[in-house]
C-alpha cells in the first residue's frame, strides 16, 4: 500500500493535498455554525458573519509577507506548514476556545498554504496549455472538497461537535501527509522578509499597472466576495424562504453550487480556449444574473437549479482569470508573490462584502434585499471590467499574431 502511495505522481499529489485541505476547511465551517447556534446566541447569522471575517482577516494583515515566504522556502514545505496551522487552529476547539480565535489560526494556515497551492502549479507545467488543464484540475478538486465537506460538515454539525472536530483533525493531518509526496524544490534564499513588506505593495502596484493582470485581480476579486456573501446569506435565506432551517439540509443545497463549478472545471477548458482566456467574462455576467434571479425564487427546484447554473457560470469565469494571472505574475513579480497580492484583493473585498452585509443586516434590511445591495455592488465590477475587456482582447490578439 505504501509503495502505492509513493507512485503517486507529483501533480497529482498537489491534487490531492489540496482536496483533502479545501474538504476540512468547509466541514470546519458549518462546524462553527453548528456551535454557535447551539450556544444559543441571540443573532446566530450574524455571529457565523463575524466569525467568517475573523478567517478572513488573517489574509489581509498577512499578505505582505505569506508571497515572500512561499518564494523564500520549499513550496512542499509551504503546504505542510499551512497544514499544520490549520490543524492547529480545530485542535484548540478541542481546548474550549472561542470558535472566532480558533477560525483565526485556520485562517492563518489558509494564508500560509495558498500561496504555495499555486505557486507549485507553474513549477510542475511546462506551458500556458498545462497550466490551465492543472488549474482546472485543483479547482475542480477544490469545489469537489468544498462540496463534499459542506456536506459532511452540515450532517455532522447538525448532531455533536467531537465527532466534527476529530474528524476535521484528521483530514488535515492527511492532507499534511500528501505535502511529503510533492517534490522539495529550493525557493530562493536571497529573499529578505525585512524588505518584503514594502516589495509586498510594489508587487501589487507592479500587477495593477498591467493590463491583464489588473483584469484577472479585479475579477477573481468579485467572484469571491460574490461566493463568501452568498454562502452567509444562505443560511438566513432559506429558512425564510423555503423553511429549511437544518444545518444539514443547508449544507446540501449550498453545496449544489460547489457541485456547478466541479462541472465547470470540465467544461472550461473546451469552452475558454489557451489563448483566448478573456472569453471568461462573459460567463461571469451569466454568474451575475442567476444569483439575482435566484435570491427571488419560492421554489425549491428552482433554487438548485439556478445555484447549480451560477457554481457553472462562476467556475468557467473564474479558472481562466486564475491562469492569466499566473501566467502574466510570474513573468512579473514571481508565482507566490503574485498569489499574496491575489488573496490581498480578494479577502480584502470579501471582508468589505461581509461588512456592507452586516451593516444592512443591522439597518433590518431584508435579507432578499441585502443580496440585492450586493449583487448592485458586484455588478459595478461587472461594468468595469466591460470596458476592459476590448484592450484584453487586443492583447491576445497581438500575442497570437507574433506566434
Not at 223 to 231: G, P
Not at 247 to 272: C, E, H, K, N, Y
Not at 281 to 287: D, S, T
Not at 294 to 300: D, G, P, Q, V
Request: hydrophobic content about 55%; overall charge positive; aromatic content about 12%.
Amino acid at each position: 500500500m505504501f509503495a502505492s502511495f509513493r507512485k503517486i505522481k507529483p501533480l497529482n499529489a498537489v491534487v490531492w493535498t489540496q482536496f483533502l485541505s479545501a474538504f476540512a476547511d468547509n466541514l470546519n465551517f458549518f462546524l462553527i455554525v453548528g456551535l454557535v447556534k447551539r450556544e444559543g446566541a441571540s443573532d446566530p447569522d450574524g455571529m457565523v458573519t463575524y466569525i467568517q471575517m475573523a478567517f478572513l482577516v488573517a489574509y489581509v494583515v498577512l499578505a505582505p509577507l505569506v508571497g515572500a515566504f512561499a518564494d523564500k522556502k520549499a513550496k512542499s514545505h509551504v503546504l505542510l506548514l499551512g497544514n499544520a496551522m490549520k490543524a492547529t487552529g480545530i485542535t484548540l476547539l478541542l481546548l474550549g476556545v472561542p470558535p472566532a480565535l480558533c477560525y483565526f489560526f485556520v485562517g492563518v494556515g489558509a494564508v500560509v498554504y495558498s500561496p504555495g497551492k499555486y505557486g507549485i502549479l507553474s513549477e510542475l507545467t511546462k506551458s500556458e496549455g498545462e497550466l490551465l488543464k492543472a488549474n482546472a484540475q485543483v479547482e475542480g478538486s477544490t469545489i469537489l472538497a468544498i462540496l463534499l465537506g459542506t456536506v459532511a460538515g452540515g450532517f455532522l454539525a447538525a448532531r455533536s461537535d467531537l465527532p466534527a472536530i476529530l474528524v476535521c483533525l484528521f483530514i488535515y493531518l492527511l492532507s499534511l501527509a500528501m505535502t511529503f509526496l510533492v517534490p522539495v524544490k529550493p525557493g530562493n534564499p536571497d529573499i529578505r522578509y525585512r524588505t518584503a513588506s514594502g516589495q509586498f505593495f510594489r508587487d501589487a502596484a507592479k500587477l495593477f499597472r498591467n493590463r491583464r493582470s489588473r483584469f484577472s485581480l479585479i475579477g477573481t476579486g468579485a467572484f469571491w466576495l460574490t461566493a463568501s456573501v452568498l454562502r452567509i446569506a444562505l443560511i438566513a435565506w432559506l429558512p425564510l424562504n423555503l423553511g429549511i432551517a437544518d444545518t444539514d439540509q443547508q449544507s446540501m443545497i449550498i453545496g449544489v453550487t460547489a457541485l456547478g463549478v466541479v462541472a465547470s472545471a470540465w467544461l472550461t477548458p473546451r469552452l475558454v480556449p489557451e489563448g483566448r482566456l478573456y472569453r471568461g467574462f462573459f460567463y461571469g455576467i451569466a454568474m451575475v444574473g442567476t444569483v439575482m434571479a435566484a435570491n427571488f425564487t419560492n421554489e425549491l427546484w428552482l433554487t438548485v437549479s439556478l445555484l447549480f447554473v451560477t457554481g457553472v457560470m462562476g467556475g468557467i469565469f473564474l479558472i481562466p482569470l486564475n491562469t492569466m494571472l499566473q501566467e502574466e505574475g510570474k513573468a512579473l513579480v514571481g508565482p507566490g508573490r503574485t498569489i499574496a497580492v491575489q488573496n490581498f484583493v480578494e479577502n480584502a473585498l470579501t471582508v468589505v462584502g461581509l461588512f456592507l452585509y452586516l451593516t444592512l443586516r443591522k439597518m433590518e434590511v431584508p435579507v432578499n434585499y441585502s443580496v440585492v445591495g450586493i449583487g448592485a455592488v458586484l455588478t459595478l465590477f461587472f461594468i468595469y471590467l466591460a470596458f476592459q475587456f476590448g484592450k484584453i482582447r487586443e492583447s491576445y490578439a497581438l500575442i497570437r499574431a507574433k506566434r
